[in-house]
């Protein structure tokens, strides 16, 4: 019966393997392979493994050359990408698909991430962390989102019956689209803490707080039949969402400062 390769012997093939080729062996050295690049990130990133790197490539935002035997080589600029993929995660709880835009906007590896920028009329711009705009249209099945989470099924049905996700039921499959995966993710990592989707209404109302209170500020221009005035409206949506993300993050920071002193 032939047997699933771990990550750790698949990573021990791929180091055989690069040592074994012909071929410009100095040019291989200054890449490493993808065990390698686990080792090297695990101090910052403990969670990091193989198959999150895998799928990383799958969603088609790293693309490692490949070595005859079809093993992955990853360049120093492919570890730089990969720590600012991993960062805007981990610090910006970023969906893959604004990752993929920031990336494509040119967001470097050693780029640092700041608040804000300067904007039109010297107002400060501050980046939005995710847009409001529509999303891909993406869709993930249950069992997709239990295994890229890593959340457990009785988790997901809490948080549906407390609001906090809905999902779309389409020919008796529910499926969730990528704000509401991200969304189980972020609650799977607060449940092994004990954080159950009970307690999770706090972060609902408070949500749903925010959005009318942005709402009623510019609901004259996003109702606005004017295409340029209706795109100002939701570019200021963007923006005041990023304001009001930022401001609950120091809000918490002093608080939770106060706790460890």
């Known amino acids: 019966m032939a047997t699933r390769t771990t990550d750790t012997q698949m990573a021990a093939l791929e180091d055989i393997e690069l040592g074994g080729e012909g071929g410009d062996l100095a040019k291989r050295r200054k890449s490493l392979t993808i065990g390698a690049v686990c080792k090297a990130l695990a101090q910052e990133f403990p969670d990091i493994s193989i198959s999150k790197i895998r799928y990383l490539e799958d969603q088609k935002l790293l693309a490692p050359r490949r070595t005859p035997g079809g093993y992955r080589l990853y360049t120093q600029g492919d570890v730089a990408r990969l720590r600012t993929i991993l960062r805007m995660q981990r610090d910006e709880f970023l969906p893959l698909r ?10 470097s590896g050693e780029a640092t991430p700041v608040p804000g920028r300067s904007g039109r009329d010297g107002m400060r711009a501050w980046r939005p962390s995710v847009s409001v705009r529509e999303a891909t249209g993406a869709l993930y099945s249950l069992d997709d989102v239990l295994e890229e989470t890593k959340a457990e099924a009785k988790l997901v049905r809490e948080l549906d019956e407390y609001g906090v996700v809905k999902g779309e039921l389409r020919g008796g499959v529910r499926y969730f689209d990528e704000t509401e995966r991200e969304i189980i993710a972020a609650v799977a990592e607060l449940a092994r803490y004990g954080v159950g989707g009970r307690n999770l209404r706090v972060f609902r109302s408070s949500a749903d707080r925010e959005a009318n209170l942005l709402q009623q500020i510019l609901a004259p221009a996003l109702r606005s039949r004017n295409p340029e005035r209706r795109k ?7 923006n005041l969402a990023a304001v009001a993300t930022h401001l609950k993050h120091l809000l918490l920071i002093r608080d939770l400062r106060k706790i460890v002193r």
């Open 98 to 107: 604004v990752i993929r835009q920031e990336l494509a906007a040119g967001r």
């Open 232 to 238: 100002e409206a939701v570019e200021a949506l963007e």
